[in-house]
């Protein structure tokens, strides 16, 4: 049987590593009102001056995540583009770009704050985009009769920030991404899509081209600025208590470390037990649609007030359908016919 997201038990190491730093540059990709009110949104960084001076600049282009599997916070994909010829020198030699997950959190602030620091090579030669999926949006996707997964929701974020990065003109011939399931499906998918560009998937992108690595970085660090907005709005004086993160309904809080948002992290999952509301469970930075949300939720003395949402089918006497107003049934039938007048009918005639 495959695991799921949260089957996947992270090592303490892991845990520190995704933990958000207290002092995470805030990117320009973050937009706190968005944020707190749980809404999905996308930031385009703008096209840089090495490029813009010259738009038949052949690019370079790398997509990857942040945040897949977290129950708590949103997931944000993020590409990352710059002239061919500068890809290795500019990124791997000069700035030694490196998958997010093996830099420091410091390194990776460090990365993003000259990147958008106008004047600086990164700044005048590189751009970039993020997608933001909130913990909410991705939950109703989820619960929606469609059934809207993780997956599609990844592919379409990818599929929409490359697709607005070349309607801004930008001359893409390569495309690196680090892969969701199977690189070779991904990857033709893709091809369909724009055919005319060299498109790589594969597994571990964001380690083999320093592209996928930017992005990552971009990704990485657009998530955790997101994750300490969601929590200054429980940890600030004037919310503590009284609010949840989406400061619209009410629960009481307890303010404690939430560390990195991931099921297997202590500290996530006992913030979450300590601060479940009855009815409203926890505001937008909460995945509902995890098992570890749904978990607490039902069990323990914390459990939640069931609500039913009875479904009658029609069969409540008192349920009018709007076609019984247009269709004749009897006299009971014809109110709009009373309203109106009679019914034409062969009898009647008609001139």
Request: proline letters at 5%; hydrophobic letters at 35%.
């Amino acid at each position: 049987m495959a695991k799921t997201l949260e089957d996947i038990i992270m090592e303490s190491q892991e845990i520190e590593q995704e933990t958000p730093p207290e002092d995470v540059f805030m990117a320009p990709s973050i937009t706190k009102s968005d944020i707190l009110s749980g809404k999905s949104y996308s930031h385009f960084s703008p096209i840089p001056s090495a490029i813009s001076e010259d738009m038949s600049t052949e690019c370079v282009l790398g997509v990857d995540e942040a945040g897949r599997g977290p129950v708590l916070g949103p997931m944000v994909y993020a590409l990352f583009y710059l002239p061919i010829e500068l890809h290795h020198s500019l990124l791997a030699e000069t700035h030694h770009f490196d998958d997010s997950k093996v830099l420091t959190a410091a390194f990776r602030s460090t990365l993003m704050r000259t990147l958008c620091t106008s004047a600086t090579d990164l700044y005048t030669s590189c751009g970039w985009a993020t997608r933001l999926l909130s913990a909410r949006d991705i939950s109703a996707n989820m619960f929606s009769p469609q059934c809207y997964n993780l997956n599609a929701q990844a592919m379409d974020a990818t599929i929409a920030l490359i697709q607005g990065v070349l309607d801004r003109g930008v001359n893409v011939k390569e495309i690196y991404i680090d892969t969701i399931g199977r690189p070779e499906t991904y990857q033709r998918k893709l091809e369909r899509i724009w055919p005319s560009i060299k498109i790589t998937v594969a597994k571990k992108a964001d380690s083999l081209y320093p592209c996928v690595s930017a992005a990552s970085v971009c990704a990485k660090v657009t998530r955790d600025a997101a994750l300490d907005v969601c929590y200054e709005a429980y940890s600030s004086p004037e919310n503590s208590g009284e609010t949840t993160a989406s400061q619209t309904q009410p629960v009481k809080t307890e303010v404690i470390a939430w560390g990195s948002g991931y099921p297997s992290d202590a500290r996530t999952s006992g913030w979450l037990k300590k601060n479940m509301d009855p009815v409203f469970g926890w505001g937008n930075e909460t995945r509902f649609s995890w098992g570890t949300a749904k978990e607490i939720l039902e069990a323990g003395k914390n459990v939640g007030v069931k609500v039913e949402w009875p479904d009658n089918n029609g069969e409540d006497e008192n349920d009018m359908k709007m076609t019984d107003y247009f269709a004749g049934k009897g006299e009971e039938g014809d109110e709009m016919v009373n309203w109106f007048g009679k019914r034409v009918t062969e009898e009647m005639e008609v001139f």
